[in-house]
């Protein structure tokens, strides 16, 4: 079922050019622009619009700052961006893919 979720998937992933691994939103910032993060690169990367190419970013200070002062912020990843904008219906079957039932 991952298999079908993923191939279902495949136009909203959004690959780290260095490592190849799917990147994932961090951040969402005004209008439709996005920071996203690579997970295994340790680097961050900015999504003017769903179009436009996703290039390499430097985080400003402040941000860094605003960020630093969640105690969460240490755990926090992100979230995948094919998670992030798949359909309600690729969720749905997400979420019956986690399903099982009790013997």
Do not use: H
């Not at 993923?6 to 136009?11: E, G, S």
């Not at 985080?59 to 798949?86: C, F, H, R, T």
């Amino acid at each position: 079922m991952q298999l079908l979720i993923d191939w279902l998937n495949r136009n909203r992933i959004c690959k780290c050019e260095t490592c190849k691994t799917e990147l994932n939103v961090y951040s969402y910032l005004s209008g439709e622009s996005l920071i996203l993060y690579c997970v295994a690169c340790n680097e961050y990367f900015y999504r003017e619009d769903p179009s436009s190419p996703i290039n390499k970013y430097k985080v400003p200070e402040g941000l860094l700052k605003q960020w630093a002062m969640d105690p969460y912020n240490s755990y926090y990843k992100g979230l995948p961006i094919s998670e992030a904008y798949e359909p309600k219906w690729i969720r749905f079957l997400r979420k019956l893919s986690r399903y099982r039932k009790p013997n």
